[in-house]
């Protein structure tokens, strides 16, 4: 059946890195998304991989392996205005998307 | 441009009562999505209408209902709310341009509750 797995919460130092992961068990696979989400506030873009490796853009990186089913992201030089919800999406071969309960970020000074 | 408009912004219903959420968008996008989101849980998709006069069922459609009489327009019906129907609604719109992997964009939101 169809799952995308994220841990539930995680907690980094400003300044610091840190690394997402996600991982998908989907029917096909067309990309993968990650989306950003502050509290009370509607998810925004910031990746899109369909190929194999990294993608980077600015302080955050997004990579993936589809033969792994496995995706991160990588946010480094850590500011406190990253402490949000980041919520990994693959969009399976019929164009849905399905979503991950996203992985709440915790940042300390 | 306001890009996607979503009323009303909270909205505190009795069970049994009908509401329709409304959702607007100037981007000209042709696909149009409902997502409800709860904690713990994922986005998941309510209905979608991939261009005008058409829609379709998502994951969780059973006491919603949709229609999209125009590009810009895709209202949200309950008919008779239930508690477990208290969530968050997001509408987001994609432009489909891209052949179907395009980035989704949401609106606001509106947070429902029924009691």
């Known amino acids: 059946g169809q799952n995308i797995d994220q841990p539930t919460e995680m907690t980094a130092t400003e300044g610091a890195i840190v690394q997402i992961n996600c991982t998908y068990q989907t029917s096909g696979f067309n990309g993968l998304f990650w989306y950003q989400q502050h509290a009370g506030e509607a998810p925004t873009f910031l990746s899109y991989?369909?190929l194999d490796g990294l993608e980077e853009k600015g302080r955050f990186s997004s990579f993936l392996s589809r033969s792994k089913g496995y995706s991160y992201l990588l946010l480094k030089e850590l500011q406190m205005k990253d402490s949000a919800s980041y919520l990994c999406?693959?969009?399976?071969?019929?164009?849905?998307?399905?979503w991950g309960a996203g992985t709440k970020l915790i940042i300390k000074p | 441009t306001a890009g996607i408009t979503q009323a009303p912004t909270s909205q505190i219903l009795a069970a049994g009562r009908s509401m329709t959420l409304r959702c607007t968008q100037d981007?000209?996008?042709?696909?149009m999505y409902w997502y409800r989101q709860d904690l713990g849980l994922g986005l998941r998709l309510i209905h979608y209408?991939?261009?005008?006069?058409?829609?379709g069922k998502g994951e969780v459609p059973d006491g919603y209902s949709v229609s999209r009489a125009n590009t810009d327009d895709f209202p949200l019906t309950l008919a008779s709310a239930v508690p477990s129907q208290t969530s968050v609604y997001f509408c987001a719109t994609q432009d489909d341009s891209g052949g179907g992997a395009d980035t989704q964009y949401f609106g606001p939101g509106t947070r429902l509750t029924v009691l």
């Open positions: 999406a693959v969009i399976e071969s019929n164009y849905q998307l399905i």
């Open positions: 981007m000209r996008h042709n696909a």
């Open positions: 991989n369909v």
């Open positions: 209408s991939n261009t005008a006069g058409t829609t």
